[in-house]
């Protein structure tokens, strides 16, 4: 299972993502391809080689060493985009299309297959792919005939066997035949605005209605969309394949919460209340214990209820089936333990992340650099073997990831920069340094998909997409040189000005933005950004006259501001 971890420090730019999407959906459900921001997807090995490139707009891993690679631009509806059904090592698998769609993904029957897929023929014969026309999107089986018609405007996913529609009135359920008794079902609940939703597991799934708050309530709806447990609980999981969920109950203050297990019924299990409970793991799950004096202590239960671990530690985190990294008091030594609570070997004091991957144990922990103004916190990691042997010793990471047998890291922190670098670390050491790429995924099979900025520019993007008009023209502007440009040389990028010799960019309910280009003889001269906010007060910034790169700042990209100057870079 992959398992990425972030920094607290990265919520601010996670909350900017969300609007982002937000504002992507929004253009997708217009018809056109949202963008955010332009990148292109490759795949690598984990010494860093390109295994498979090509001018995909978004790669996912699907399993059975198979990746579905989309033609066009990252966008929230990119599934309904041209896709390739790829190998770990590039060839390509084409299921059979009926005539005149086209194929967009491919769903397992029940989960991915064991083994690597390498050709069409191994391809699950119950398997279902995804279509597309122009009309909408649909289904089809693997011998090429039409399950159902493709003419939805967009497909929600499939669960347990159950594909979800929804045709611009309501959402509707299939099965895999296309046959529809679904309607109001859970699988469609699952997909109304109102209502947040987990996992369905045990014939439950865990639903809120009503927007966040200490009025929100949890409960649980049954495998036919009733409700079976009445919404009681200020937070509730998804129930576990042994019966169980873990549900939290307000304290009489309403703010604190405790912690209890329920069975299918809602009927409390719990032989204690916690305040927290992990989820179970390798059979175990941490409890916190609040004691007389006030303070929260942690162990180990079993699915029976009883202590492996007792609550006598201040921090224990589960790092495998039989490890975790635990500390008895503030300021004693931070160890990984087994089960038994036997030291196997100590980790640096001052750790706030550890996480395993097969016997790979990372530790992320914060040290302070003596500067000459002022002292700076950075967050530094080592790895370790099974064995408690240091492996890898980084200088400075700020973002964490890990997959099979595969430690990622990258110093720097904002997932936009083109050139972050990334380090790859495996049991032997590190095989790849200085990765540059804004972003790495792992996946499995020694495989890695490696995102990049994409600077091509775009004229359907920026003819049909006026948010995305900002990072279009910065592209503009490194691929072509716009002084000396002949007009219908620009008129043919850029299209029409949309008044005079204006190019209209971002606006909102307060500016309106513009690029303004200045010519004489037929040819471009200048070009300057000009700001009109509500006032209707005009800013008007100096007019550039030589070919230059023009270097947005990411939080520019989406709020135009005449703050915020661009840095500009003579051509070469």
């Given amino acids: 299972m992959i398992s990425s971890i972030y920094h607290l420090r990265q919520f601010k730019w996670l909350c900017s993502l969300l609007v982002s999407l937000t504002i992507g959906l929004s253009h997708a459900q217009a018809g056109l391809s949202a963008t955010f921001p332009q990148l292109r997807d490759v795949i690598i090995d984990s010494h860093g080689h ?27 509806d990119w599934h309904r985009e041209k896709s390739h059904l790829l190998t770990r090592d ?18 397992f029957p029940s989960g991915a297959p064991e083994k690597d897929i390498d050709s069409a023929e191994a391809l699950p014969p119950n398997s279902v792919i995804e279509i597309h026309t122009e009309k909408g999107v649909g289904l089809a089986n693997m011998a090429g005939d039409i399950i159902l018609e493709p003419k939805y405007r967009q497909i929600g996913g499939c669960w347990d ?65 009733k409700v ?76 029976k209820q009883h202590y492996v671990l007792q609550p006598e530690w201040e921090k224990l985190d589960y790092l495998s089936d039989n490890k975790y990294a635990a500390q008895s008091r503030a300021g004693k030594a931070l160890n990984v333990i087994d089960t038994n609570g036997k030291v196997l070997f100590e980790i640096p004091h001052s750790t706030t992340i550890a996480t395993e991957t097969e016997g790979l144990v990372a530790c992320l922990y914060s040290a302070y650099l003596n500067d000459e103004k002022v002292s700076r916190a950075h967050s530094f990691m080592k790895v370790f073997d099974s064995q408690g042997k240091v492996v890898s010793n ?9 997959s099979d047998g595969m430690i990622l890291c ?44 994409y600077k091509k520019f775009s004229p359907e993007i920026w003819k049909n997409i006026e948010h995305d008009r900002p990072a279009e023209f910065a592209n503009f502007l490194r691929e072509f040189d716009f002084i000396g440009m002949p007009r219908p040389r620009v008129e043919q990028l850029l299209g029409p000005p949309d008044f005079k010799t204006c190019y209209r960019t971002a606006s909102d309910c307060t500016s309106m ?32 006259t030589v070919n230059v790169t023009y270097d947005f700042s990411w939080a520019e990209v989406y709020s135009f501001s005449a703050r915020n100057e661009p840095r500009f870079v003579l051509k070469e």
């Fill in 50 to 76: 390109e295994v498979v490139h090509g001018d995909f707009s978004a790669i996912r891993y699907k399993g059975a060493g198979l990746f579905l690679a989309a033609e066009f631009y990252y966008s929230c």
């Fill in 90 to 107: 590039g060839k390509e698998i084409r299921p059979k299309v009926p005539q005149g769609t086209v194929f967009t993904d491919i769903y």
């Fill in 161 to 225: 066997g159950i594909f979800t529609f929804y045709d611009d009135k309501k959402w509707d359920a299939f099965d895999p035949q296309g046959k529809s008794n679904q309607a109001d079902s859970i699988y469609v609940k699952m997909f109304r605005a109102n209502v947040s939703h987990g996992k369905l597991c045990a014939g439950r799934i865990a639903f809120s209605e009503g927007a966040d708050g200490p009025k929100k309530l949890w409960g649980y709806y049954d495998s036919e969309g």
């Fill in 228 to 303: 079976c447990i009445a919404p009681s609980f200020s937070k509730a999981s998804d129930f576990t394949e042994d019966g169980f969920a873990r549900v939290w109950l307000p304290y009489n203050d309403g703010r604190t919460r405790r912690c209890v297990l329920i069975d299918r019924s809602g009927k409390t299990i719990s032989a204690n209340e916690y305040e927290d409970i992990s989820e179970y793991r390798g059979g175990c799950a941490v409890v916190a214990i609040r004691s007389k004096d006030d303070a929260v202590r942690k162990g180990l239960i079993d699915k």
């Fill in 394 to 402: 980084q200088s400075q990471t700020e973002e964490l990831a890990v």
């Fill in 410 to 453: 990258t110093p720097d922190p904002n997932i936009f920069l083109k050139e972050r670098r990334w380090t790859i670390i495996s049991k032997s050491g590190v095989t790849a340094d200085g990765i540059i790429a804004c972003r790495i995924q792992p996946t499995t099979n020694d495989r890695l998909i490696k995102t990049y900025i």
């Fill in 513 to 544: 933005n513009w690029i303004e280009v200045q010519y004489k003889d037929g040819l471009v001269t200048g070009w300057r950004r000009v700001y009109r906010d509500f006032t209707r007060t005009e800013f008007n910034k100096p007019w550039v």
